[in-house]
């Protein structure tokens, strides 16, 4: 794949959407492209994630070890990216990826993207405030289940309260 569909595909990611050309040129330069076969494990679940990766060929079975092996859970498409967070801090990878007939990706090391980061300050800034908009989006879903579940407790210590006092 040439260097100029590798920005294409990396201009596309809302991570990355707010480089400018030439970081990302030097981002797809730095990075390196890698292929899989079908069947073959691009990562395993609870390894350790130092990168992260962007199918831009293929398709990726994303599995979970149960009792009876592994299953599948969801399917990642050219495209995706697998281990957004890999490339900001130290994690393990949530589940296993199976390459899905020929696929190709981009590794984007942790290093490397944390030295762009210091390089471009201004791109560290701005992701930095995209990925704290985020968590606040996160943060606010979950809220109504968090006060739901309050409710549900003090249903339930309410009526343990009456249980011992029939008692």
């Given at each position: ?60 079975n ?36 199976t390459?899905?007939?020929e ?34 989006a ?28 029939d008692?």
């Amino acid at each position: 794949m040439s260097l100029a569909q590798d920005i294409t595909f990396l201009k596309k990611i809302p991570m990355l959407s707010e480089f400018a050309d030439d970081q990302l040129r030097l981002l797809a330069f730095s990075a390196e492209s890698v292929d899989y076969q079908d069947g073959q494990v691009l990562f395993d679940e609870g390894d350790r994630a130092d990168s992260g990766l962007l199918l831009t060929q293929g398709a990726v079975n994303l599995q979970q070890r149960g009792e009876d092996g592994f299953k599948d859970i969801d399917r990642a498409e050219t495209g995706s990216l697998l281990g957004e967070s890999a490339m900001l801090v130290e994690t393990r990878r949530p589940c296993r990826a199976t390459a899905v007939g020929e696929v190709r990706v981009i590794r984007i090391r942790r290093a490397l993207f944390k030295r762009m980061l210091m390089e471009f300050p201004e791109l560290a800034r701005r992701l930095f405030d995209e990925q704290a908009a985020r968590f606040r989006a996160t943060a606010g879903a979950l809220s109504p289940i968090g006060d739901r579940l309050s409710e549900l407790d003090q249903i339930s210590a309410s009526r343990a309260l009456r249980g011992s006092e029939d008692t």
